[in-house]
C-alpha cells in the first residue's frame, strides 16, 4: 500500500509491532525453507474464516511453503456453497486427514477466538506445535505462540492482507477473491461499524486485482436455499419483543433446523435486527444435544459482546454468540437480565 493511512489504519495500533515483525519473520522463513504449514480457521467456516485461511494458504504456498489449508470439522464437513467456489478451497485437508503434529513445523489459527472452535486442529496446540494466532475477535481465550488480534479491525482478512503485504507477496486475483470475501461478509457488505477506509481500500484494491465482486454479491446475498426461507419463516412467526430493552428475539425447533447450517441461524437474527424496535437481537436455535446456540446483533449501542461473554460465549461488541441450556424463555430471560445490566 501507498498511503500512510492504508499502512497503518486505527485498527493496527492494537497490533504489537514487535509481534508483527516476528509474525513476518517466522513466515517468511516458513516460506524460504518450505516448511510445512497447516493454516486454519474455525469449525463450520465463515467467508472470512474461509477467506483467510485460502489467502494464506495460496500465497505463502506460491512463496515455498507447503502449506495445509485445514477445517477441523468432525465429522468433515466441505465449506458450504458459495463458499466451496472460493479459489483453493477444493484443496481444503478434513479434519480426518490432517497430517500428524510430528510432520508439522507450524500452525496458524485464524479467525478463531478458542481452541474449542479448532475443532481437531486443536491437536497441534496440544503437541506443541509453534502457533500464530491471527483474529480480530474482541473476547478470546488467549492461546498461541504469536498473537496478532486486531479487535477493531472489520475482518481478519484484513489483517491477513497486511501481512502479505508485509512479506511483498502479489495480490493476485485468487487472493484477492478471498480477502474480497472475507471483508464483505464479515463487515456486513461493507455496513458495520468497524468499516472504514482500510477495508474499502482493500476492497478496492481486490477489485483491481480482477475479483468478480458481482457474482460474488449475487452468490452470497441475493440466493438462499429453500430449506433456509422455510427456517426463516418460522422463526419470524414467533417474533416477540422485549420493549424495555429494545430486544428482538426468536427461536425455530429441531424439527424446523432440519438440515440447516449455523449460516441460517445468521440469516434469522440479521432479519430480526433490521425490526424497527430492535436495539439487540437474539436467535435461538437448539443443539444435539438438548442445549440452545444463541445468535446475538446488536445495532450500535448495546454491547452484545459482553452479553455472549457472560452467557460463556464470545463475539464482538455487536455480533456474538454463546451456546447454553435451558428452554428460550429461561435463556431469552438471561439475556434480557444482562442487557438491564449494560
Ligand atoms: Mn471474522
Given at each position: 500500500m501507498t498511503a500512510t493511512s492504508d499502512r497503518d489504519p486505527a485498527w493496527a495500533a492494537d497490533l504489537d509491532p514487535d509481534t508483527e515483525v516476528a509474525v513476518l519473520d517466522r513466515l517468511r522463513r516458513a516460506a524460504d525453507t518450505g516448511e510445512r504449514v497447516v493454516v486454519a480457521g474455525h469449525v463450520a467456516p465463515d467467508g472470512d474464516a474461509l477467506g483467510a485461511v485460502l489467502a494464506?494458504?495460496?500465497?505463502?504456498?506460491?512463496?515455498?511453503?507447503?502449506?495445509v489449508?485445514?477445517?477441523?470439522?468432525?465429522?468433515?464437513?466441505?465449506?458450504?456453497?458459495?463458499?466451496?467456489?472460493?479459489?483453493?478451497?477444493?484443496?481444503?485437508?478434513?479434519?480426518?486427514?490432517?497430517?500428524?503434529?510430528?510432520?508439522?513445523?507450524?500452525l496458524v489459527c485464524m479467525d478463531t477466538a478458542s481452541v474449542a472452535r479448532?475443532?481437531?486442529?486443536?491437536?497441534?496446540?496440544?503437541?506443541g506445535v509453534t502457533t500464530v494466532v491471527l483474529d480480530h475477535h474482541a473476547q478470546g481465550e488467549v492461546f498461541g505462540d504469536l498473537r496478532l488480534v486486531a479487535p477493531l479491525a472489520a475482518a481478519t482478512v484484513q489483517v491477513v492482507a497486511r501481512l502479505l503485504d508485509g512479506l511483498s507477496l502479489p495480490l493476485t486475483r485468487e487472493i484477492a477473491t478471498c480477502l474480497y470475501v472475507g471483508l464483505v461478509t464479515d463487515s456486513g457488505r461493507f455496513g458495520y461499524q468497524a468499516t472504514d477506509a482500510s477495508a474499502h481500500a482493500l476492497a478496492g484494491r481486490a477489485l483491481a486485482a480482477g475479483v468478480d465482486q458481482a457474482w460474488w454479491h449475487q452468490a452470497l446475498f441475493a440466493s438462499r436455499r429453500a430449506a433456509e426461507l422455510s427456517l426463516l419463516g418460522h422463526g419470524l412467526a414467533r417474533l416477540t419483543v422485549v420493549p424495555e430493552v429494545?430486544?428482538?428475539?426468536?427461536?425455530?425447533?429441531?424439527?424446523?433446523?432440519?438440515?440447516?447450517?449455523?449460516?441460517?441461524?445468521?440469516?434469522?437474527?440479521?432479519?430480526?435486527?433490521?425490526?424497527?424496535?430492535?436495539?439487540?437481537?437474539?436467535?435461538?436455535?437448539?443443539?444435539?444435544?438438548?442445549?440452545?446456540?444463541g445468535s446475538?446483533?446488536?445495532?450500535?449501542?448495546?454491547?452484545?459482546?459482553?452479553?455472549?461473554?457472560?452467557?460463556?460465549?464470545?463475539?464482538?461488541?455487536l455480533a456474538a454468540g454463546f451456546t447454553v441450556t435451558g428452554s428460550p424463555q429461561e435463556v431469552t430471560d438471561r439475556v434480557v437480565a444482562l442487557l438491564k445490566e449494560g
Open positions: 494464506l494458504h495460496l500465497a505463502l504456498g506460491a512463496a515455498g511453503a507447503r502449506t489449508p485445514a477445517i477441523g470439522d468432525m465429522p468433515p464437513t466441505p465449506p458450504s456453497p458459495p463458499l466451496d467456489r472460493l479459489p483453493g478451497a477444493d484443496q481444503v485437508v478434513a479434519a480426518a486427514r490432517l497430517p500428524d503434529a510430528s510432520e508439522v513445523d507450524l479448532l475443532g481437531e486442529v486443536a491437536r497441534y496446540l496440544d503437541a429494545a430486544l428482538v428475539h426468536a427461536h425455530v425447533t429441531a424439527e424446523e433446523v432440519a438440515d440447516c447450517d449455523d449460516a441460517s441461524l445468521d440469516s434469522l437474527v440479521d432479519l430480526l435486527r433490521s425490526a424497527d424496535q430492535a436495539e439487540v437481537a437474539l436467535a435461538l436455535r437448539p443443539t444435539t444435544n438438548g442445549g440452545w446456540k446475538l446483533r446488536s445495532r450500535g449501542t448495546a454491547d452484545v459482546g459482553r452479553v455472549a461473554a457472560a452467557m460463556g460465549g464470545g463475539g464482538h461488541r
